[in-house]
């Protein structure tokens, strides 16, 4: 075969460099537009609207699941992230206008998960819109002099949201009432050198989705059937990714999952999700990107570990593995 003159192949290398740089860039946007929505376990809709707008040909199905399924007949290959977070609700809205909380979701979270709160910037997701908060801290002019250690640490009994109103009535001109969501105001933050570091609350659950999103949008579909789904209520029992497993009982399931406590720049790892819940599967692989601070204000992922994923994914839908 004649070679390619020098020129030709630089350019032809320098075009293929460009693509990848391109597709690079559109998943790292994928990954900081994801991340910084939010979705509290059962209130995922605004999520699902914006996957089905960035998804064509998807659908919800009954259980609320973003689906797009493609091709028919054996093999079955099924790619399903979780849409949702666990957070809280408000739990009751004092006279004087502040908010009360109960978290949400039965994923356990370690006990410093709701003392990182105090004193942060809260989003509360009311029917005329997301609405700024702040979780008050104790007063230091009535603690002070106090012997140290005489105190119980922050707790969700200790938790009282500001929004800025004057009173309940306040509370409810924002569109905030009892059982609206709440999460940590989402900051997304880009750092480091090399790896490109990536850091947000769920970073690793919203970095996995944005893979498949981006799998499914350039993969070819194999052969056989191919369903990317985005599923709810994973940290309620996972009864959305349930639902989805018995519709497609016989079907290679890859769950994407967890933040594993692996030194991000690994590549993904073996995830720890478990699958109890989806009754009759015979092959599942569960999938995670490496985290650093798993579950904490600042989870970190590499973008390079997300790309990986990403390729992995585009493959394996593509039937190539």
Same mark, same amino acid.
């Given at each position: ?9 630089? $350019? ?6 460009? /693509?990848?740089? +391109? ?26 609207? /914006?996957?089905?707008?960035? +998804?064509? @040909? ?58 990182? +709160? ?7 997701? =009311? ?17 002070? =002099? ?17 929004? @800025? ?11 905030? $009432? ?13 750092? @480091?050198?090399?790896? @490109? ?6 970073? !690793? ?9 981006? !799998? ?106």
């Amino acid at each position: 075969m004649r070679s390619l003159p020098r020129s030709t192949t630089l $350019a032809a290398a320098l075009a293929l460099a460009a /693509t990848g740089a +391109l597709r690079a860039q559109g998943l790292d946007s994928l990954v900081q537009r994801l991340s910084a929505m939010s979705a509290v376990t059962g209130f995922e809709d605004a999520m699902a609207d /914006t996957l089905l707008a960035m +998804l064509p @040909g998807a659908v919800t199905d009954r259980a609320g699941n973003v689906v797009l399924a493609r091709g028919s007949g054996s093999p079955v290959r099924v790619a399903a992230c979780p849409m949702d977070e666990v957070g809280w609700i408000v739990g009751a809205v004092t006279p004087e206008g502040y908010l009360t909380l109960h978290r949400v979701g039965t994923t356990a979270m370690g006990p410093l998960f709701d003392q990182f +709160l105090e004193g942060q910037r809260v989003t509360v997701f =009311g029917r005329k819109g997301p609405v700024p908060g702040v979780v008050g801290v104790r007063s230091v002019h009535l603690t002070r =002099g106090r012997t140290g250690g005489a105190d119980e640490p922050f707790s969700l009994d200790n938790a009282y949201v500001d929004v @800025g109103a004057q009173d309940a009535a306040g509370v409810a001109a924002l569109g905030i $009432a009892v059982l609206s969501p709440l999460t940590r105001a989402k900051l997304p933050h880009r750092y @480091g050198p090399g790896l @490109g570091l990536f850091a947000v609350p769920w970073a !690793a659950e919203r970095a996995s989705c944005a893979a498949l999103l981006s !799998a499914a949008r350039r993969a070819n579909p194999g052969p056989g059937t191919t369903v990317v789904a985005f599923t709810r209520r994973r940290h309620f029992a996972q009864d959305g990714a349930g639902f989805l497993a018995g519709q497609y009982p016989e079907a290679e399931i890859v769950l994407l999952g967890a933040a594993a406590a692996t030194e991000p720049g690994t590549g993904p790892v073996a995830g720890a999700d478990s699958v109890q819940s989806l009754p009759g599967l015979r092959r599942v692989t569960s999938l995670a990107l490496p985290a650093r601070y798993a579950r904490t204000p600042v989870e970190t992922v590499a973008l390079a570990d997300v790309a990986a994923l990403e390729q992995w994914l585009a493959a394996w839908l593509g039937g190539a593995r």
